[in-house]
C-alpha cells in the first residue's frame, strides 16, 4: 500500500516536472541540431613560394628582317589580296634562306572571347603556312602558334590598335 | 515501469512542439522574396574581445547574405538591448523584442579567442515561431574566421532554401599582377588571393575538376600552348595534353574519366576527347571552321561549344555519343564562351552586340533568352557558381579586365579583384 502511494506521489510529481519542462519554454534544450566543424582539418591550396621555385622567363623570337607582317579583318582568317602579295614576297625570300626554319605567330586583336581568340589565332597561322607551302616554301620549314590576344602589337583600345593587332608574325627558329 | 511512464509522459508533452516547429520558411528563388533579417554582432563569450575578430564575421556575413538576394537586413542601427545579449538558444532570446523590429529571421553568436585558439558559435533564430532552426560551433585559429563565416553563410541558405550556399568554394583566375599571367585562386568575395603557378610565360583558362581536387589550365611555358593539370592541395603539376598546335579550353568530364578540349593538330582547331593521361578518344566535330570552347552537360552526354561553321561565332550543342549537332544561338553575329549551368536547364554565353560584350542566358533548347549585363565595357567569360545562383565574369569597364559576381538573373552585380592587375578567366570551384 505505501509502495502504491508512492508511487503515485512519484508520478504526479514526474507528471508535474514533465509538464513543465514540455509546456515551458525548453530550456537548452532546441530541436535544431548545433554541430562542430573543425576548421583546421580543412586542407588548403599551396601556393607559390617565390623563393623556392625558379620558373624561366620563356623566350620570345624576333621578327625576321625580310619578312613583313600580314593583317586580318576582325573574327575573319581568310587572306586579303595585299595579305597574299606579302605573303609572295615572304615566300621568294624564303627561298632564298635555304635552311632557315620559321614559326608563323597567329594573333587577335582583344574582343571577343579569349578561348575562340587562340583558335582564331591559330587558323591564321595556319593560312598564312599554307599560302606560303602553295607557294613552294617546304611545310617542314614552317611552324605555327597561336597566342590568341595575349600577346598585342599596340596596347591600346581602338580600330587601329586592334588592326594593328590582328596579324601574323614570321620569326626564325634557328 | 518508471522509466516507462517518464517516457510516455515525456513524449506526450514534447509532441505538440515539435509539430509547431514543423512550421517551415518557405522561399522560392534568390531575389523574388525577401526575408527580414537582423544580423547581430558576435559577442566574446570568454577570452580576449577582438574588434577584428567580431568585424570580420560580420564583414564577411553581411556580404555573402546580401549577395544571395534572400534577405532584407533589419537597420543595426535600430536593435535594442538584446542585440547585446549572448543567445545562443532559443529561451536565451528576447524574440518580442526582435519581432518588434519588424524582423523574421535572427542571427546571433559569440566567439572565444584563447591564444591560436578561436572558437565561433553561430546560430540562426525563426523570430516569428520563436525557434532554434540552425547552428555550428567552428573550432580553428584567428587565421580561419574569414572561412568560419563562409561556412555559416552556407549553412543559413541551406537551411532556408534546402540547397547550401556556395561561399565556402573558391575561384581560380588568372592574373598578371606579378608580371606575367599566372593562376591564382582566391576567396569567393575576391580576399585571400593566392598564386599557384609560376611559369613567367602565359597561363590561360582555368576549370576545376569535378570533385574540385585538381585545376586544369593551358600554359604556354613549353613555347607551345599546352594543356596541365594540377593538384590544388600538394601543388604538383603535370602536362597532359602537349600536341603541336593548340591543347586549350580543357574541361575534365562530370565523371572525371575524359577530357574535353580543343587541339589543332589535324590542321583545324577541332574538338576532342582525351583520356586523363592525353591519349585521343574521340574527336567531337569536324568540319573547315573554329569549333572551340566546350562546356560539359551535368550529366556529361552533351557539349556546348563556340563554331563559326556557318559563318559567325555561335553556340552548338553537340551529344557525344549519336554526334548529332545543334545550333543553340540565332540571334546576333558574334556568340561566344558557353558554361552550362550545373542545374542543366540554361546555359549562359556572351554575345557582342553594338560593339560591346555582354553576358546572356539561354535555355538549352533556344527559348527564353535573357540578357544579364548592360556595359559600360566588355562583360564576358561567365562561370556558374556549383549551386546555379550566382554567375562570375570579367568586365573591363573600369579600364582593366577584372572579375565580377552577380546573381543569376543578373543583379547585385559586385567587384571582386582589384582595378590595378588584370584578372580574367574566373572559375567557380565545387564546394570545397
Redesign the interface.
Known sequence: MKTVQT?KL??IV??LF??L???A????E???????????Q???????D?KS?Q?????SHDQMAGMERIYFDF?Q?TLSSEARQILSANAKYLNTMGDVNVVIEGHCDE??????N???G??RA?AAKSYLVSLGVSAKRL??????E??PLVDASNEEAWAQNRRAEFKSVN | M?LR??IV??V???LP??AL?ATEIEISSPGEQSIPLALTEFLPSEGVPSAQISGELNEVLVADLDLSGLFRFVDPGAFLDDAKLIGL???QVNFPQWRMLGSETLIKGTYSLQGEKLIV?A?LFDVVN????????????PK?VR??AH?FADLVLKELTGEEGPFSA?IAYISDKSG???LW?MDVDGKRP?????????V??PDFSPRGKEILF?S??A???DLYRKE????KEAKVSYK???N??GRMAPSEREIAL?L?KD???EIYLIGTSGQVRKRITDNWG????PSWSPDGSRLAF?S?RQG??HVFIADIFSGKTERLTTRGK?N??PAWGPKGERIAF?R?EGGR?DVYTIKIDGTDERRLTFGPG?S??PRWSPDGRFIIYSSDKGGNRVIYVMRADGTGSRRLTTLESDS??PAWSPR?
Not at chain 1, 519554454?25 to 537548452?28: D, E, F, I, Q
Not at chain 1, 532546441?30 to 583546421?40: K, L
Not at chain 2, 573554329?290 to 570552347?293: K, L
Open positions: 508511487l512519484v508520478l514526474l507528471f514533465s509538464g519542462v514540455g509546456c519554454k525548453p530550456v537548452t532546441d530541436q535544431a541540431p548545433v554541430t562542430q566543424a573543425d576548421m583546421s580543412q586542407q588548403e591550396a599551396k601556393g607559390v617565390d621555385m620558373g624561366e622567363a620563356v623566350p573574327d582568317f574582343r571577343g572571347s579569349d578561348e575562340y587562340l583558335a582564331l591559330e587558323s595556319l611552324s605555327v602558334i597561336s597566342y590568341g595575349e600577346k | 518508471l511512464w517518464f509522459l515525456f506526450c508533452c514534447a512542439w515539435s516547429a538558444y532559443s529561451t558559435e546560430r520563436r525557434r532554434l532552426l540552425t547552428g555550428r560551433r567552428y573550432v580553428g585559429e580561419d572561412r568560419m561556412a573558391r606575367d599571367k599566372e585562386l593566392v598564386r599557384l603557378t609560376n611559369h613567367r610565360s602565359i590561360l583558362n593551358t604556354y611555358r613555347n607551345n600552348p590544388i592541395y600538394s601543388g603541336q598546335g593548340l586549350v579550353a580543343t589543332s590542321g583545324n582547331p573554329i569549333d572551340s570552347d563556340v563559326n559567325n561565332p558574334y561566344a564562351t556572351t557582342q560584350f566588355n564576358e567569360h580574367r578567366h570545397w
